[in-house]
């Protein structure tokens, strides 16, 4: 996303006078992030493990939304709208309204950003095929690992798994430091039933950063 916009935004930290008092913001600030020119990825899913533990959050990510589908109807700059389009994808995605999301995200692209969440969107559908090919198309315009780990994992579930491990065993010399990229290749080895070496590499992932989840989780599951 490059283009700057003007988005009917209610400032969601600054309660009216009559109920400042009684009123508490939400625990993140949704204007700085989603008004920014460049939305961090990484606060969007933070945001994501958040919003249905926290009431405050919620409501102000349900009026967001409200304001950006107001000012996507108003705006006539195609640039704008498209940028307006993607942050409402963000949005649905983050309440899990993948219908919404979708329409939003595709009406953006083409486009990196918009192709990867509408990737990960098809892969929590099980929709492997359609994640394959968007992931697809969003890594010839942006060569990241977060879309390269996405098509990696749309690749195993659709039973590419030596596929997968090739191109793992090139991202691991660059991306080394990648937890879910140790993560990716244990699920790949997983897939075909090469158990201790999948362990290995859901406990590099774990040794790259202790917080993944996903691999202790795995972990867990096969001990």
């Known amino acids: 996303m490059s283009e700057t ?25 949704l204007n700085a992030i989603f008004l920014s020119e460049q939305v961090d990825r990484d606060e969007l ?14 409501d ?11 000012s996507v109807g108003t ?15 963000f949005a649905h995605w983050i309440l899990n309204q993948y219908s919404q999301a979708i329409a939003a995200l595709e009406a ?5 950003n918009a192709e990867y969440f509408l990737g990960l ?5 099980d929709d492997n095929k359609s994640a394959h090919d968007v992931l697809e198309r969003a890594s010839k315009k942006e060569d990241n690992v977060d879309i390269a780990c996405a098509l990696i994992e749309a690749k195993t579930k659709l039973g590419e798994s030596e596929e997968s491990l090739k191109a793992l065993d ?32 859901y406990q590099n992932a774990l040794d790259v950063d202790v917080s993944h989840a996903k691999s202790a989780f795995r972990i867990g599951f096969m001990l």
Do not use: W
């Open 5 to 29: 916009t003007d988005l009917a935004v209610p400032d969601l930290n600054a309660p009216d006078s009559e109920s400042q008092a009684e009123t508490p913001v939400p625990s993140v600030d």
């Open 45 to 58: 899913f933070s945001i994501r493990k958040q919003i249905f533990t926290d009431d405050k959050l919620l």
């Open 60 to 70: 102000a990510l349900i009026d967001l939304v409200d304001s950006l589908e107001d």
């Open 75 to 89: 705006t006539d700059k195609a640039s704008a709208r498209k940028a307006l389009q993607i942050k409402l994808g």
């Open 108 to 112: 953006a692209c083409p486009n990196a």
């Open 121 to 125: 969107i098809h892969l929590e559908l």
């Open 170 to 201: 090139k991202l691991l010399k660059s991306n080394g430091a990648s937890a879910e990229v140790h993560y990716q290749r244990g699920i790949a080895l997983d897939s075909i039933g090469e158990y201790e070496d999948a362990i290995a590499s």
